[in-house]
């Protein structure tokens, strides 16, 4: 019967010294199971900072992706406003164009408006004139005696070949006998005045014709030298030296 083998125990020994000329060695003895929990131990921290290296890196990969993500977000927003401005101020600068047109059309228009305001108040100051009688109602020189009353009149004596005038423009309203002067012949002018030419020379115009002022009514001969003239306002007789223009 062979004898039992008993197992050897083996021990782990770690030397440690020094370069040192007095220094001592010194022996730590390690029984093998505690090796391995070393071992182990060191395996398990040395994996960790493996996968905590490898975790942190990939949050880093993350991060720098968002952050990248975020930088063309920004980088979007920010040529979204650039090109929302240049839209804006394109906008805008179209608007103020129109406005600008608008404006000059309204200037011409509001020029031509005062242009034609006053074309018309010239054309109507002119047809006024034209249709006020100022006119002395004879051409040529003539003596003049002013008759009071309640119809005013004015007597003008004339020389033979002058003239008997319409006093402005207007329209014959009647042509009637007249006892003293022969014929008695009113224009009416449209704007209340009415003129009265008093004369026995023979009419050159007849009921309803339009005169224009200075027409020719009557011619002065021999025999109807005298005029009687006068004037209405509103049916109401005036005294005409208050509205002719009597010059020299």
């Not at 993350?62 to 979204?80: G, N, V």
């Not at 103020?96 to 020029?111: F, G, R, T, V, W």
Request: glycine share 6%.
């Amino acid at each position: 019967m062979e004898p039992k083998k008993h197992k050897r125990k083996l021990n782990h020994v770690v030397i440690v010294t020094s370069d040192a000329v007095d220094a001592g060695v010194k022996q730590f003895r390690f029984s093998p199971w505690v090796v391995r929990i070393i071992i182990g131990v060191l395996c398990v921290i040395i994996g960790v900072l493996l996968g905590y290296v490898s975790y942190e890196k990939k949050i880093w990969e993350s991060a720098t992706l968002k952050i990248s993500e975020y930088h063309d977000e920004i980088e979007a927003l920010e040529a979204a406003l650039v090109q929302k401005e240049e839209d804006t101020t394109a906008e805008k600068n179209a608007l103020q164009a129109e406005i600008d047109e608008l404006n000059n059309k309204m200037e011409i228009m509001s020029e031509t408006i005062n242009q034609k305001v006053a074309a018309e108040a010239e054309m109507v100051a002119r047809i006024e004139a034209l249709t006020m009688p100022t006119l002395l109602p004879l051409s040529g020189s003539a003596s003049i005696e002013e008759q009071a009353g309640d119809a005013p009149m004015c007597v003008f004596t004339a020389s033979e070949g002058a003239l008997v005038v319409s006093a402005a423009e207007g329209t014959v309203f009647t042509l009637v006998e007249d006892a003293d002067y022969g014929y008695n012949l009113t224009i009416d002018h449209g704007n209340g005045y009415q003129t009265v030419y008093r004369n026995k020379g023979e009419a050159l115009v007849k009921v309803g014709d339009t005169v224009k002022q200075n027409q020719t009514l009557f011619i002065i001969g021999e025999e109807n030298t005298a005029l009687g003239y006068q004037m209405l306002k509103d049916g109401v007789y005036v005294n005409p030296t208050d509205i002719m223009e009597i010059s020299g």
